[in-house]
T-cell receptor, first 115, second 113 residues
Framework: DGGITQSPKYLFRKEGQNVTLSCEQN?????MYWYRQDPGQGLRLIYY???????QKGDIAEGYSVSREKKESFPLTVTSAQKNPTAFYLC??????????????FGPGTRLTVT | AQTVTQSQPEMSVQEAETVTLSCTYD???????LFWYKQPPSRQMILVIR??????QNATENRFSVNFQKAAKSFSLKISDSQLGDAAMYFC??????????FGKGTRLHILP
């Protein structure tokens, strides 16, 4: 079955540590996205990638970094510079970034807790 | 800047009844798409329905339909014959050419048995 996998489902880290969230898709989609979801805030875009080896900052990129070395993979690193990293993180992909009709397919999410 | 507003943080509906979730948006674009996404307790986001701005006919997917009022910049979602499985967070979203998708803050829908 095609889809998006995010691992792990729950992640716990100590303050000051970097942590990398995994996102893999087998939908052959060009574009991939990372969102942060906080209660009452909806989804906020962290980074997106239209194609391999290319990515752009979203609305809340500070304290995060990404890479896109393979079409299938778009890992997100939450660095120690992110002031409030505890949140639910969603990865998504879509077939072609510039076609606005395409829906985004979402992974199951990772709940990150930093103490 | 484009914005998406969902004015109802929470709503409840009796099972088998009909409920309408509101969404308004602000844009100066003429070509865009609107979406409703559902996020059940599992937190897996799925697309419910989409509407192209150029199409006057309201989109329908089984029990889900929209009331798209382009001049009023309104895009409400109607769920008919509500079922327990419809309980979820619903997000309205907007996308125009050359721009990222913008989500509203969501409406949590409770289904009362």
């Amino acid at each position: 079955d095609g889809g998006i996998t995010q691992s792990p489902k729950y992640l716990f880290r100590k303050e000051g540590q970097n942590v990398t969230l995994s996102c893999e898709q087998n939908l052959n989609h060009d574009a991939m996205y990372w969102y942060r979801q906080d209660p009452g805030q909806g989804l906020r875009l962290i980074y997106y990638s239209q194609i391999v080896n290319d990515f752009q900052k979203g609305d809340i990129a500070e304290g995060y970094s990404v890479s896109r070395e393979k079409k299938e993979s778009f890992p997100l690193t939450v660095t120690s510079a992110q002031k409030n990293p505890t949140a639910f993180y969603l990865c998504a992909s879509s077939n072609f970034y510039r076609d606005i009709s395409y829906e985004q397919y979402f992974g199951p999410g990772t709940r990150l807790t930093v103490t | 800047a484009q914005t998406v507003t969902q004015s109802q943080p929470e709503m409840s509906v009796q099972e088998a009844e009909t409920v309408t979730l509101s969404c308004t948006y602000d844009t100066s674009e003429s070509d865009y798409y609107l979406f409703w996404y559902k996020q059940p307790p599992s937190r897996q986001m799925i697309l419910v329905i989409r509407q192209e701005a150029y199409k006057q006919q309201n989109a329908t997917e089984n029990r889900f339909s929209v009331n798209f009022q382009k001049a009023a910049k309104s895009f409400s979602l109607k769920i008919s014959d509500s079922q327990l499985g419809d309980a979820a967070m619903y997000f309205c979203a907007y996308r125009s050419a050359g721009d990222k998708i913008i989500f509203g803050k969501g409406t949590r829908l409770h289904i009362l048995p």
